[in-house]
């Protein structure tokens, strides 16, 4: 029974499943024309249908009862009622009535193209006021169409293309914001949601979508461009949205998910789409695909290009393509192809769109442009680590941040790889574009896809090359390419292979561009250097060693443009310092938050905050740069400081004669006061560029008369300022100059502001200087103490404040017999013997001070400190003084010998009483000297051995070492001190012989034993530079030998480099400070086959700077050094008339000729050059065939330089002397005459001269001004030295040179004397040998006479007869002026004289004058049988020089009998014991002795 109960439901369960239901519905919806329905029950009925429709199931539906409502949902009364809601429940029945009917749509095309028109033009639209009363139908239909798919449908519609062009259209403008309500009220998500779902649906689903469709979906892409783009300003409702969206656009959004659900079809329709515009505008350039129809064959770019229109529209899908990739990179493989065809294309418009295109869709670049470059803010406080997160820039945006979805270089390599060879395109712009592009790149990570390691050299050497590139505009590019890295990029990406020291690097040669010859890129990539530093100022100070790689050696790359010497390099410089390096800005104020109610005042923040104290923090940058310089630029910034105190003088004096100007109306003498003031004005003028500019400027700051200014300008130059002072008056300086009438006077004011401002010495942070000297904290001590000395140098006048302190710590620290001093207090006296020079009267002069004084000169350590203890102590040259030197004296003399404590203290002390104080050592001058000289110079207590090193630093030289040092110091100095003209004189004899001799003998001066070859090399560099001292002055001058001139000029070409370089400076220092004769700049000329090339770039430097300094003074000095070269060469041990011998001569001519010659001066010193034929020797009368055969060969490579030159030649009418002593007059006219005839150059030279200039021209072009290596030189001399130095064995030649002396060789002596060059690199041996220290028998000794001042008239008056026309024999003195002129002729102000010095120290840089170092192209040099012909049949006059470019003679007539001899010498390898360096000491010895006598 149970059991039939149960079954019996079942069965009418399926009797019930399988009946459909039914609509129930049966109220009418439609009517008659003119009995409408009233809108409200027409509400009611279409509610109550949209219910009942919304719970029927399609499956069970009965659709044949739909029929009669379908047909009145779908008649025009309801779908255009005027009333909104009635539409709207029509609409929501209507959806429901497709899906339950899908997939046949109950109604006619016409209904249907009714209905999606309600739906398309009404019902969805209304989604965009969320605050509609029947939003919730709105959204019905909305999902139903999404949901059910129904809206597919619309394409069976007529025309749907409308329709679907009105769907998008309305979607993505309503969802960005164009439609919204004015309540501003959003939409919701699931709205934008569905809105997407129907878009992908009509995508994938559609057999096709009309273009215009397309064109819509592709517009969304542009709204990313610009940022923030015109729709997305304001709202509907005013309101002022962000300019810059954190978010993507929502029609941006919804078109890239169509894309990226769709991207087969979406590739497809893109690729059409694409086509259509970029290969009929590029069709149009005729090459678009790498090939070109031959109509157009013909054409240039301007006429195959693509016109502007077309080119407009072709820019806006390359926008398109950009962002297409960062979105949807997917629908784009058919696109890339077409792109990369344009890569090849002629034009380059096209070239140089598709090169940006590529660039930035490998970066990750879309259409609103490259993300903002990171802020390198030099003066934000604590600086960045690299472990910092990098803050967003402010102006950061999510279309701006570089995203590549896809790997570019995997997809599409072959684009990729075509891209990467556009960086060598013949046109610039591609190149500037393809640079830009790298930068982004590289520092995007590509787009943050990332980049393979080889993928990431390729784009980094190729960002190298592009800062060496010929254009300036690429250059400029890589520069600010290398702007887009933040600093943790720059260090771990561009610096990976090396920093800025490490040649061949990005940084390196990022730190090239600094002396670019275009204003623009040297601008930029300074100020980029200078802010890296300063941002990666605090990981350098904590020693993080990636940075340190990277970016210490920027400031030394910085200061090094100094030795430039441009103005406006140097205007750069002082900008970049102080706005980069070290800014005023910095550190910034501290922050009120930090520190709430004692950030009122600094003195409250510092008692708060210690470690917030701005001076402290400034001193500590300051000094961390001071670090990180290597020895040139420490020159150079020293120097910068140096006329600092000069500048503000002469800024103060100008703000005078200002104030007495009076803005045009002076009162007093107008006359004078104007005369001041435009004197003042022109002394100013050359020191900055422009000085025509700098004069207008200056005449109107006078003019504009503004007081305020004046008195800013005193607080900027007064050293009473503190730094905060000076730093608020300079800050409103400038703000008064930019408001003034004539704001651009700034940029000749602002320099003289930093050039005159007490910025860096500012007695502000001296306590801060001073500490670090002694603590040494983070390792700053050793650049505290620089700086500290420079101040007490240069401005003691900051030290008022501090002395007292000083001599404090001096007492303090004063060390005893058990106790030494702290390293620290050498420095500090130092600081105390440069102020006790300008100020004696100010320091203590208690019994406290006087004894500390003596216990460092009796026992500080090093020895130095002695020194600057007896200076204070002998500063006051009163009689307490005197008294307390010889009570000094008394105590060393108790235990005076080598062995005593502290004798090296000692030594120094008594060196320096010897200088100050002679009467208080005459009486001990015996025992002093005689302990000096026997038991320390003359006497080796430590062993020799082979593997003693050539040279040891200062600090690692043993104490016999530096005590035979400060024993020749002492000899010197008794010399210095003695007052007697006559008694110092003879007194110099002696001393010059050890010196000699300690030239001579390459510093050996023990007999008995051998010296360690660093204390010969330190022995022979200090004898050279103690000579140079004693020239300094005239009495010493005087006496100067030409032999001792001689010894010493050899010591320019020592085997030792470190002895050459310092000597080379020293001599440098002293021409500079006019403290030498002129005769001493022709040493310099020696250094043409030095093998460091840095070294001798900077000696090339020097000499065209110096050049050109006399020029402009109108002082013939390096011209007239011409003749005493000529007679150098003569006399030099290299010298031989053979071919090869002549050649390595003509290399120091040339030397000569490259950086000394102009246009305007050639005629003057070929008059030298021939000149020299009209006299005899005067050292060797006999061998004065000698000068002939130089003579020759330096007015042959004259004539060749001005053929290459292409120089017009002017004779010089002036008269020109040769050195009295050097040269004597002639015999007879007739010898005269057969002299002037002869030709003495031999066979074969003419052609070996032409291939030497076109070397020259060859290593110029190799090694620009833009880029030099710096290795170059030194291995292009090593090629040219090397083979020389087996055939230079000119063995019968030094048999020869060494006839009237003798040449005894001692193995032990030629042993020893062998090894020091092996110990040098291999190209400083063979160099070096090459120009002079090969022989050592033969010297060129100049024997001038004492008559030294006139040494450029009298010796050549005599042989005005070889003119034939009068003799005004005694008449040449107009002529003596021409060397001594500079020392006789005083700077017009101090300032001068400090600015000459320090651009004196700037010529000792590693950079090269770009201006003059500019190289030329070579012309064609002539035949050289044209010249030997012209040469044979030349008269003997030599006045028409351009017409005879060679000086050679007939093959028989230019044999001169030394040439003959040369053919019978012996085999060259005998030579090889007869090197200068293989003389035996006994040999040297008895030269000695023989010029000894002489004196």
Same mark, same amino acid.
């Given at each position: 029974?149970?059991?039939?109960?149960?079954?019996?439901?079942?069965?009418?369960?399926?009797?019930?499943?399988?009946?459909?239901?039914?609509?129930?519905?049966?109220?009418?919806?439609?009517?008659?024309?003119?009995?409408?329905?009233?809108?409200?029950?027409?509400?009611?009925?279409?509610?109550?249908?949209?219910?009942?429709?919304?719970?029927?199931?399609?499956?069970?539906?009965?659709?044949?009862?739909?029929?009669?409502?379908?047909?009145?949902?779908?008649?025009?009364?309801?779908?255009?009622?005027?009333?909104?809601?009635?539409?709207?429940?029509?609409?929501?029945?209507?959806?429901?009535? &497709?899906?339950?009917?899908?997939?046949?749509?109950?109604?006619?095309?016409?209904?249907?193209?009714?209905?999606?028109?309600?739906?398309?033009?009404?019902?969805?639209?209304?989604?965009?006021?969320?605050?509609?009363?029947?939003?919730?139908?709105?959204?019905?239909?909305?999902?139903?169409?999404?949901?059910?798919?129904?809206?597919?449908?619309?394409?069976?519609?007529?025309?749907?293309?409308?329709?679907?062009?009105?769907?998008?259209?309305?979607?993505?403008?309503?969802?960005?914001?164009?439609?919204?309500?004015?309540?501003?009220?959003?939409?919701?998500?699931?709205?934008?949601?569905?809105?997407?779902?129907?878009?992908?649906?009509?995508?994938?689903?559609?057999?096709?979508?009309?273009?215009?469709?397309?064109?819509?979906?592709?517009?969304?892409?542009?709204?990313?461009?610009?940022?923030?783009?015109?729709?997305?300003?304001?709202?509907?409702?005013?309101?002022?949205?962000?300019?810059?969206?954190?978010?993507?656009?929502?029609?941006?959004?919804?078109?890239?998910?169509?894309?990226?659900?769709?991207?087969?079809?979406?590739?497809?329709?893109?690729?059409?789409?694409?086509?259509?515009?970029?290969?009929?505008?590029?069709?149009?350039?005729?090459?678009?695909?790498?090939?070109?129809?031959?109509?157009?064959?013909?054409?240039?770019?301007?006429?195959?290009?693509?016109?502007?229109?077309?080119?407009?529209?072709?820019?806006?899908?390359?926008?398109?393509?950009?962002?297409?990739?960062?979105?949807?990179?997917?629908?784009?493989?058919?696109?890339?192809?077409?792109?990369?065809?344009?890569?090849?294309?002629?034009? =380059?418009?096209?070239?140089?769109?598709?090169?940006?295109?590529?660039?930035?869709?490998?970066?990750? =670049?879309?259409?609103?442009?490259?993300?903002?470059?990171?802020?390198?803010?030099?003066?934000?406080?604590?600086?960045?680590?690299?472990?910092?997160?990098?803050?967003?820039?402010?102006?950061?945006?999510?279309?701006?941040?570089?995203?590549?979805?896809?790997?570019?270089?995997?997809?599409?390599?072959?684009?990729?790889?075509?891209?990467?060879?556009? *960086?060598?395109?013949?046109?610039?712009?591609?190149?500037?574009?393809?640079?830009?592009?790298?930068?982004?790149?590289?520092?995007?990570?590509?787009?943050?896809?990332?980049?393979?390691?080889?993928?990431?050299?390729?784009?980094?050497?190729?960002?190298?090359?592009?800062?060496?590139?010929?254009?300036?505009?690429?250059?400029?590019?890589?520069?600010?390419?290398?702007?887009?890295?933040?600093?943790?990029?720059?260090?771990?990406?561009?610096?990976?292979?090396?920093?800025?020291?490490?040649?061949?690097?990005?940084?390196?040669?990022?730190?090239?561009?600094?002396?670019?010859?275009?204003?623009?890129?040297?601008?930029?990539?300074?100020?980029?250097?200078?802010?890296?530093?300063?941002?990666?100022?605090?990981?350098?100070?904590?020693?993080?060693?990636?940075?340190?790689?990277?970016?210490?050696?920027?400031?030394?790359?910085?200061?090094?443009?100094?030795?430039?010497?441009?103005?406006?390099?140097?205007?750069?410089?002082?900008?970049?310092?102080?706005?980069?390096?070290?800014?005023?800005?910095?550190?910034?104020?501290?922050?009120?938050?930090?520190?709430?109610?004692?950030?009122?005042?600094?003195?409250?923040?510092?008692?708060?905050?210690?470690?917030?104290?701005?001076?402290?923090?400034?001193?500590?940058?300051?000094?961390?740069?001071?670090?990180?310089?290597?020895?040139?630029?420490?020159?150079?910034?020293?120097?910068?400081?140096?006329?600092?105190?000069? $500048?503000?003088?002469?800024?103060?004096?100008?703000?005078?004669?200002?104030?007495?100007?009076?803005?045009?109306?002076?009162?007093?003498?107008?006359?004078?006061?104007?005369?001041?003031?435009?004197?003042?004005?022109?002394?100013?003028?050359?020191?900055?560029?422009?000085?025509?500019?700098?004069?207008?400027?200056?005449?109107? $700051?006078?003019?504009?008369?503004?007081?305020?200014?004046?008195?800013?300008?005193?607080?900027?130059?007064?050293?009473?300022?503190?730094?905060?002072?000076?730093?608020?008056?300079?800050?409103?300086?400038?703000?008064?100059?930019?408001?003034?009438?004539?704001?651009?006077?700034?940029?000749?004011?602002?320099?003289?502001?930093?050039?005159?401002?007490?910025?860096?010495?500012?007695?502000?942070?001296?306590?801060?200087?001073?500490?670090?000297?002694?603590?040494?904290?983070?390792?700053?001590?050793?650049?505290?103490?620089?700086?500290?000395?420079?101040?007490?140098?240069?401005?003691?006048?900051?030290?008022?404040?501090?002395?007292?302190?000083?001599?404090?710590?001096?007492?303090?620290?004063?060390?005893?017999?058990?106790?030494?001093?702290?390293?620290?207090?050498?420095?500090?006296?130092?600081?105390?013997?440069?102020?006790?020079?300008?100020?004696?009267?100010?320091?203590?002069?208690?019994?406290?001070?006087?004894?500390?004084?003596?216990?460092?000169?009796?026992?500080?350590?090093?020895?130095?400190?002695?020194?600057?203890?007896?200076?204070?102590?002998?500063?006051?040259?009163?009689?307490?003084?005197?008294?307390?030197?010889?009570? &000094?004296?008394?105590?060393?003399?108790?235990?005076?010998?080598?062995?005593?404590?502290?004798?090296?203290?000692?030594?120094?002390?008594?060196?320096?009483?010897?200088?100050?104080?002679?009467?208080?050592?005459?009486?001990?001058?015996?025992?002093?000297?005689?302990?000096?000289?026997?038991?320390?110079?003359?006497?080796?207590?430590?062993?020799?051995?082979?593997?003693?090193?050539?040279?040891?630093?200062?600090?690692?030289?043993?104490?016999?070492?530096?005590?035979?040092?400060?024993?020749?110091?002492?000899?010197?100095?008794?010399?210095?001190?003695?007052?007697?003209?006559?008694?110092?004189?003879?007194?110099?004899?002696?001393?010059?012989?050890?010196?000699?001799?300690?030239?001579?003998?390459?510093?050996?001066?023990?007999?008995?034993?051998?010296?360690?070859?660093?204390?010969?090399?330190?022995?022979?560099?200090?004898?050279?530079?103690?000579?140079?001292?004693?020239?300094?002055?005239?009495?010493?001058?005087?006496?100067?030998?030409?032999?001792?001139?001689?010894?010493?000029?050899?010591?320019?070409?020592?085997?030792?480099?470190?002895?050459?370089?310092?000597?080379?400076?020293?001599?440098?220092?002293?021409?500079?400070?006019?403290?030498?004769?002129?005769?001493?700049?022709?040493?310099?000329? &020696?250094?043409?086959?030095?093998?460091?090339?840095? $070294?001798?770039?900077?000696?090339?430097?020097?000499?065209?700077?110096?050049?050109?300094?006399?020029?402009?003074?109108?002082?013939?000095?390096?011209?007239?050094?011409?003749?005493?070269?000529?007679?150098?060469?003569?006399?030099?041990?290299?010298?031989?008339?053979?071919?090869?011998?002549?050649?390595?001569?003509?290399?120091?001519?040339?030397?000569?000729?490259?950086?000394?010659?102009?246009?305007?001066?050639?005629?003057?010193?070929?008059?030298?050059?021939?000149?020299?034929?009209?006299?005899?020797?005067?050292?060797?009368?006999?061998?004065?065939?000698?000068?002939?055969?130089?003579?020759?060969?330096?007015?042959?490579?004259?004539?060749?330089?001005?053929?290459? *030159?292409?120089?017009?030649?002017?004779?010089?009418?002036?008269?020109?002397?040769?050195?009295?002593?050097?040269?004597?007059?002639?015999?007879?006219?007739?010898?005269?005459?057969?002299?002037?005839?002869?030709?003495?150059?031999?066979?074969?030279?003419?052609?070996?001269?032409?291939?030497?200039?076109?070397?020259?021209?060859?290593?110029?072009?190799?090694?620009?001004?833009?880029?030099?290596?710096?290795?170059?030189?030194?291995?292009?001399?090593?090629?040219?030295?090397?083979?020389?130095?087996?055939?230079?064995?000119?063995?019968?030649?030094?048999?020869?040179?060494?006839?009237?002396?003798?040449?005894?060789?001692?193995?032990?002596?030629?042993?020893?004397?062998?090894?020091?060059?092996?110990?040098?690199?291999?190209?400083?041996?063979?160099?070096?040998?090459?120009?002079?220290?090969?022989?050592?028998?033969?010297?060129?000794?100049?024997?001038?006479?004492?008559?030294?001042?006139?040494?450029?008239?009298?010796?050549?008056?005599?042989?005005?007869?070889?003119?034939?026309?009068?003799?005004?024999?005694?008449?040449?003195?107009?002529?003596?002026?021409?060397?001594?002129?500079?020392?006789?002729?005083?700077?017009?102000?101090?300032?001068?004289?400090?600015?000459?010095?320090?651009?004196?120290?700037?010529?000792?840089?590693?950079?090269?004058?770009?201006?003059?170092?500019?190289?030329?192209?070579?012309?064609?040099?002539?035949?050289?049988?044209?010249?030997?012909?012209?040469?044979?049949?030349?008269?003997?006059?030599?006045?028409?020089?351009?017409?005879?470019?060679?000086?050679?003679?007939?093959?028989?007539?230019?044999?001169?009998?030394?040439?003959?001899?040369?053919?019978?010498?012996?085999?060259?390898?005998?030579?090889?014991?007869?090197?200068?360096?293989?003389?035996?000491?006994?040999?040297?010895?008895?030269?000695?002795?023989?010029?000894?006598?002489?004196?």
């Amino acid at each position: 029974m149970a059991r039939r109960r149960d079954e019996v439901p079942e069965e009418e369960d399926q009797e019930m499943e399988e009946e459909l239901v039914t609509l129930q519905f049966d109220e009418p919806l439609s009517w008659r024309a003119g009995k409408p329905i009233a809108t409200g029950e027409l509400l009611r009925r279409l509610e109550k249908l949209s219910k009942e429709l919304v719970d029927m199931d399609q499956e069970t539906v009965d659709k044949d009862s739909l029929t009669h409502v379908a047909k009145e949902l779908a008649s025009p009364n309801l779908l255009a009622h005027r009333e909104a809601g009635v539409k709207a429940f029509a609409a929501a029945c209507l959806v429901d009535i &497709l899906k339950l009917c899908a997939p046949e749509a109950p109604f006619t095309p016409k209904q249907l193209k009714e209905i999606f028109s309600l739906f398309v033009k009404t019902i969805l639209p209304a989604l965009w006021d969320p605050s509609n009363a029947y939003n919730t139908q709105h959204k019905y239909v909305l999902t139903s169409l999404a949901e059910v798919k129904s809206i597919l449908l619309i394409n069976e519609v007529t025309n749907a293309e409308e329709l679907l062009l009105h769907l998008f259209s309305s979607f993505f403008d309503g969802i960005s914001g164009s439609s919204k309500a004015a309540s501003g009220e959003q939409v919701a998500k699931d709205v934008e949601f569905h809105m997407t779902d129907i878009l992908v649906t009509l995508v994938e689903e559609s057999p096709s979508l009309p273009p215009p469709v397309l064109d819509v979906i592709m517009a969304q892409f542009l709204r990313a461009a610009p940022p923030g783009g015109r729709k997305e300003k304001a709202d509907a409702n005013g309101k002022q949205m962000t300019l810059l969206p954190k978010e993507e656009p929502e029609a941006y959004v919804m078109a890239k998910t169509v894309c990226n659900s769709c991207p087969e079809k979406m590739a497809r329709y893109v690729g059409q789409y694409f086509s259509e515009v970029i290969m009929d505008v590029s069709g149009n350039s005729g090459h678009a695909n790498g090939h070109r129809d031959d109509d157009d064959s013909d054409d240039d770019d301007g006429a195959a290009g693509p016109s502007d229109l077309e080119f407009k529209e072709l820019r806006k899908a390359h926008q398109l393509l950009r962002e297409l990739w960062r979105a949807a990179p997917t629908v784009l493989p058919n696109v890339i192809p077409q792109v990369d065809a344009e890569l090849s294309a002629d034009n =380059i418009q096209l070239r140089l769109l598709a090169t940006e295109t590529l660039g930035d869709m490998i970066a990750g =670049i879309g259409a609103a442009g490259p993300p903002p470059s990171p802020e390198l803010d030099p003066a934000a406080y604590p600086p960045l680590k690299l472990s910092d997160e990098i803050p967003d820039h402010p102006a950061t945006s999510i279309l701006t941040t570089p995203i590549s979805p896809l790997s570019f270089t995997q997809t599409h390599s072959q684009a990729f790889h075509n891209f990467v060879g556009r *960086k060598n395109d013949k046109s610039p712009l591609i190149r500037t574009a393809w640079t830009t592009a790298v930068g982004y790149i590289v520092s995007t990570s590509a787009g943050g896809i990332g980049l393979s390691r080889e993928d990431e050299s390729v784009f980094v050497n190729g960002l190298r090359d592009k800062l060496n590139d010929n254009d300036e505009k690429v250059r400029l590019a890589a520069v600010k390419a290398i702007e887009t890295f933040s600093f943790r990029d720059i260090v771990t990406k561009l610096a990976a292979i090396g920093g800025v020291n490490k040649e061949g690097s990005v940084l390196f040669t990022l730190a090239d561009r600094c002396r670019d010859k275009r204003p623009s890129v040297r601008v930029e990539a300074m100020a980029l250097l200078g802010k890296l530093w300063a941002v990666g100022s605090g990981e350098l100070a904590a020693g993080q060693e990636s940075v340190i790689s990277a970016l210490s050696g920027i400031p030394s790359r910085i200061f090094n443009t100094f030795y430039a010497n441009d103005l406006e390099l140097n205007v750069l410089l002082e900008r970049v310092v102080f706005e980069c390096l070290i800014p005023l800005s910095f550190p910034p104020p501290p922050k009120a938050k930090g520190a709430k109610p004692s950030n009122g005042n600094s003195q409250s923040q510092a008692a708060v905050d210690p470690a917030y104290d701005q001076d402290r923090i400034r001193a500590e940058r300051i000094l961390l740069l001071v670090k990180d310089l290597d020895s040139n630029a420490r020159r150079a910034f020293n120097a910068l400081q140096a006329r600092q105190p000069q $500048f503000s003088k002469v800024l103060e004096n100008l703000v005078r004669q200002c104030d007495a100007f009076n803005g045009g109306n002076p009162e007093g003498n107008a006359d004078r006061i104007n005369q001041n003031l435009k004197k003042t004005i022109q002394y100013l003028c050359q020191f900055l560029p422009d000085a025509a500019r700098v004069e207008a400027d200056l005449h109107n $700051f006078a003019n504009w008369h503004d007081r305020r200014c004046y008195q800013l300008i005193r607080f900027v130059v007064s050293a009473e300022s503190d730094f905060k002072t000076m730093h608020r008056a300079v800050k409103e300086f400038v703000k008064r100059i930019q408001g003034s009438p004539k704001p651009h006077i700034l940029e000749t004011l602002l320099p003289l502001i930093y050039r005159s401002a007490y910025i860096v010495l500012n007695k502000s942070h001296l306590s801060t200087y001073m500490d670090c000297s002694k603590s040494d904290k983070d390792g700053l001590g050793a650049a505290a103490q620089e700086i500290t000395t420079e101040i007490s140098q240069n401005n003691p006048d900051l030290f008022k404040t501090h002395v007292g302190q000083l001599c404090k710590d001096l007492v303090d620290g004063a060390p005893a017999a058990d106790k030494p001093n702290e390293a620290a207090m050498v420095e500090t006296l130092k600081a105390c013997s440069s102020y006790s020079k300008r100020y004696p009267k100010e320091l203590p002069d208690d019994r406290k001070f006087t004894q500390a004084l003596i216990s460092y000169s009796l026992h500080g350590e090093p020895a130095k400190a002695a020194k600057y203890a007896v200076n204070v102590m002998m500063a006051r040259k009163d009689d307490k003084s005197m008294v307390s030197a010889t009570d &000094l004296l008394q105590r060393i003399m108790k235990n005076w010998s080598y062995d005593s404590p502290h004798f090296l203290t000692k030594l120094a002390a008594i060196s320096q009483l010897e200088l100050l104080a002679p009467k208080v050592t005459a009486d001990a001058n015996d025992k002093i000297t005689d302990t000096a000289l026997e038991d320390v110079l003359f006497k080796v207590r430590t062993d020799a051995k082979e593997s003693d090193p050539e040279w040891v630093a200062d600090s690692e030289l043993d104490e016999e070492g530096q005590v035979k040092c400060w024993a020749l110091k002492l000899v010197i100095n008794r010399l210095r001190g003695t007052q007697d003209l006559e008694e110092a004189k003879e007194l110099a004899k002696p001393v010059f012989k050890l010196l000699r001799n300690t030239l001579k003998q390459s510093g050996e001066l023990c007999k008995i034993k051998d010296t360690p070859k660093h204390h010969k090399a330190r022995l022979r560099l200090l004898a050279g530079q103690l000579f140079l001292k004693l020239c300094t002055l005239k009495h010493f001058e005087e006496i100067f030998s030409h032999s001792d001139y001689n010894q010493l000029a050899f010591l320019t070409q020592d085997p030792c480099a470190p002895v050459r370089r310092l000597f080379v400076e020293k001599l440098q220092k002293y021409l500079v400070q006019n403290k030498l004769r002129p005769r001493f700049y022709t040493m310099i000329f &020696l250094t043409a086959f030095e093998p460091e090339a840095a $070294f001798k770039s900077q000696i090339e430097t020097w000499i065209r700077s110096r050049a050109r300094f006399f020029r402009d003074a109108k002082q013939n000095v390096m011209e007239a050094t011409m003749g005493r070269l000529i007679s150098l060469l003569a006399h030099h041990p290299d010298y031989g008339t053979e071919v090869d011998d002549l050649i390595d001569h003509a290399k120091y001519l040339l030397y000569y000729i490259s950086n000394v010659t102009t246009e305007a001066n050639f005629g003057m010193i070929f008059k030298y050059a021939e000149r020299v034929k009209q006299t005899r020797d005067g050292i060797t009368p006999t061998e004065s065939e000698r000068l002939y055969v130089v003579s020759d060969l330096a007015q042959s490579l004259l004539r060749k330089w001005q053929e290459k *030159k292409n120089w017009s030649f002017q004779a010089y009418a002036g008269k020109v002397g040769l050195p009295m002593g050097l040269y004597t007059a002639l015999p007879s006219h007739d010898v005269a005459q057969e002299i002037a005839a002869k030709q003495y150059l031999p066979e074969g030279l003419d052609e070996q001269l032409d291939d030497l200039l076109r070397s020259v021209d060859k290593k110029k072009k190799r090694r620009t001004a833009d880029e030099r290596a710096e290795g170059q030189p030194a291995q292009k001399k090593v090629r040219t030295a090397v083979p020389k130095a087996s055939t230079k064995v000119k063995t019968p030649k030094a048999a020869k040179t060494s006839s009237k002396r003798p040449a005894v060789k001692s193995t032990k002596t030629s042993s020893r004397s062998k090894k020091a060059p092996t110990s040098s690199p291999a190209q400083d041996s063979a160099d070096r040998r090459r120009s002079g220290r090969s022989k050592k028998n033969s010297s060129y000794i100049e024997r001038d006479s004492s008559e030294d001042d006139e040494d450029m008239l009298e010796g050549v008056a005599e042989w005005d007869y070889y003119d034939d026309d009068g003799n005004r024999m005694r008449d040449d003195d107009p002529d003596s002026s021409e060397l001594s002129g500079p020392e006789e002729e005083p700077a017009p102000t101090d300032e001068k004289d400090e600015a000459e010095a320090a651009e004196g120290e700037s010529e000792l840089s590693d950079l090269e004058d770009e201006a003059e170092e500019a190289p030329t192209p070579p012309s064609p040099p002539p035949k050289a049988n044209g010249r030997k012909r012209r040469a044979a049949t030349s008269s003997p006059k030599t006045k028409s020089l351009p017409s005879r470019p060679a000086v050679k003679a007939s093959a028989t007539k230019g044999k001169s009998p030394a040439a003959s001899k040369a053919k019978t010498k012996p085999p060259p390898k005998a030579r090889a014991t007869s090197t200068r360096s293989t003389r035996s000491r006994r040999a040297a010895l008895e030269d000695e002795d023989e010029d000894g006598d002489s004196e």
